[in-house]
């Protein structure tokens, strides 16, 4: 257990390092002065509307996957490219506490980098509304949204040298287009495993739940759904990442 | 030991800790490690060899960083890329001079420390600290180290559990006289305290400072192993330089070269350096022409008896 959190801590501490957290703040802290410059003239109803379609437009569809993204390739690729990871693997400590810990950190790294955005954007659409239940739907999207991207990405930056840009294309292609035309690949695309959860909390006007459901396809609104499929991807990810860590040469020559 | 002086074995090693067994590692149709077999125990043993030649792939092949393409690495009994327990036990400096750059250097040791199971982390970083003498900078950030200071970071990390194994690759890089003095006493320290040090390093004269035994690698392969007298001592076959001081230098090499034992002669105004093929033959001349010819001999040596001679002669014969 020690061993766990002293990992789970310094990882924790290198991914919000100062020059990441700022550029991947301004990247999801830009919605809320979006919804301050749109406000003005709207209505309360009308405000929840824009609130949920940038939120989901833009924030669950790109900006928050994007920002996990490189939160979570960064976890291991980092230590990897850096030639950290002998200070890490040459300790008595099993791969899959390392594995565990590592998943864990990116996740909550990726999430309190998220969550600063919606914070943001939350207090701005409450002040308009007075609706200060209104974020609550969108920090559920951000927890789900940081443990599956944690879960794919973390072991994908331990084999790949260009895991971000291989991940960005992922999430282009296989996550907003694919998934939009081929309904076989929707119940297991994390963009709407994400959505799911969000539109099981959130306060939706009918535009906003039109909108949604011709997302989400063939995927039922769920966050029970949404969670145990989020926790079975991070079951495979801690389990592949630990075998990778045993069995790979993961340092050159 | 395919090539090695027939005097030396790389297994000779009383109460091996680290034992590499027909030892080889490619990397797709690059062979970097080919069939090593040798031991390591208790002492410093100076791990030696030209860039490339396969150093830095063989310590993290028996440290477990690498899996062995063929045969097999043991570190006290166990394999480390599968039995992580071993790692209470091994401590390790990699080349990289990379460090955990959102640390001080007191949490990235006490991090090592408690990571490797040490009951007061903070007491033991301190300590190795003090031993590094890095206790005045110990809580600045890593990232303004100089290379000299990241490197006893990583060695200070390295020491914190008290490891019965060392395995350190070239950690006297970028550290200044100073440093590497007080550096080459620890290690050398640790080694009569009856810990295993195995120091790889391109500085042939620190690695004779240090090293009780050496381990040469060329090619991937191993050339020699043993006592640095030892392996010079197997190089019969090889011509010495032996340097003799006197007041008399012209006439003493004149009265020399007689003997066809002298391969080559060169005359200074302090003395004369001469090639033999025979130095035990050349030793006994050398008294009878000091009477012969009323020259005073104040000193005689053997010049290329260093490491970086008898490493030299190891990459020729590859």
């Known amino acids: 257990m020690r061993a766990f959190f002293l990992i789970t801590r310094s990882v924790m501490g290198r991914l919000l390092g100062l020059r990441r957290s700022i550029g991947l703040l301004v990247l999801t802290g830009s919605i809320a002065p979006i919804l301050l410059v749109l406000a003005p003239g709207r209505s309360d109803d009308q405000m929840t509307t824009l609130y949920n379609d940038i939120t989901v437009g833009l924030g669950v569809s790109i900006l928050f996957p994007v920002a996990a993204l490189i939160v979570s390739t960064a976890a291991l690729g980092e230590e990897r490219k850096s030639h950290t990871l002998p200070f890490l693997l040459l300790k008595p400590v099993s791969r899959w506490v390392i594995a565990l810990a590592v998943v864990t950190a990116a996740a909550l790294a990726s999430f309190v980098i998220m969550q600063a955005g919606v914070l943001a954007s939350w207090i701005a659409a409450a002040a308009v509304t007075g609706d200060w239940s209104i974020g609550v739907s969108t920090t559920v999207a951000a927890a789900v949204q940081s443990v599956a991207s944690a879960a794919l990405f973390v072991p994908l930056g331990l084999v790949l040298g260009r895991a971000a840009l291989v991940g960005l294309g992922y999430l282009m292609i296989w996550e907003l287009i694919l998934g939009d035309v081929i309904e076989g690949i929707q119940a297991s695309s994390i963009y709407r495993i994400v959505l799911s959860a969000w539109a099981d909390v959130a306060t939706m006007t009918p535009d906003n739940l039109d909108t949604v459901n011709e997302v989400l396809g063939r995927v039922e609104p769920g966050l029970g759904g949404a969670v145990a499929k989020t926790a079975v991807l991070a079951i495979i990810s801690v389990a592949v990442t630990g075998w990778l860590l045993r069995r790979r040469d993961l340092v050159s020559e | ?318």
């Open chain 2, 1 to 318: 030991m395919t090539g090695a002086p027939a005097a030396m074995d790389a297994r000779d090693v009383s109460d091996p800790t680290v034992v590499a067994t027909d030892l080889s590692k490619w990397f797709g149709q690059k062979v970097a490690v080919s069939e090593v077999s040798c031991s390591f125990g208790p002492g410093v043993t100076g791990l030696l060899g030209p860039n490339g030649a396969g150093k830095t792939t063989l310590l993290r092949v028996l440290a477990g960083l690498l899996s062995p393409s063929a045969g097999k690495a043991t570190i006290l009994g166990r394999t480390p890329k599968r039995q992580h327990g071993v790692y209470r036990h091994v401590g390790f400096v990699p080349e990289d001079e990379a460090v955990y750059n959102h640390m001080s250097a007191r949490r990235f040791v006490e991090w090592s420390a408690a990571l490797s199971r040490v009951d007061d982390a903070g007491a033991a970083a301190q300590q190795v600290l003090e031993t590094v003498q890095l206790t005045e900078a110990a809580d600045r950030s890593l990232s303004g180290f100089s290379k000299g200071m990241r490197q006893r970071a990583k060695v200070a990390a390295a020491l914190v559990h008290d490891p019965t194994v060392l395995i350190l690759d070239e950690p006297l890089n970028g550290t200044d006289p100073v440093q590497r003095a007080r550096l080459i006493e620890i290690l050398v320290q640790l080694g009569r305290e009856g810990k295993t040090i195995i120091v790889s390093s391109h500085v042939l004269a620190e690695v004779e400072r240090m090293a009780t035994r050496v381990v040469a690698i060329v090619n991937g392969r191993l050339a020699a192993a043993g006592s640095v007298a030892a392996l010079r001592d197997a190089m019969s076959d090889t011509p010495r330089l032996i340097r003799i001081d006197t007041d008399r230098p012209r006439e003493l090499a004149r009265r020399l070269l007689v003997g066809n034992w002298v391969e080559a002669v060169r005359i200074d105004p302090a003395g004369v350096e001469i090639r033999t093929s025979d130095a035990g033959a050349l030793g006994l001349d050398i008294a009878v022409a000091a009477r012969e010819t009323d020259s005073v001999v104040t000193a005689v040596s053997a010049e290329d008896d260093s490491l970086e001679s008898v490493f030299r002669y190891l990459v020729d014969q590859r």
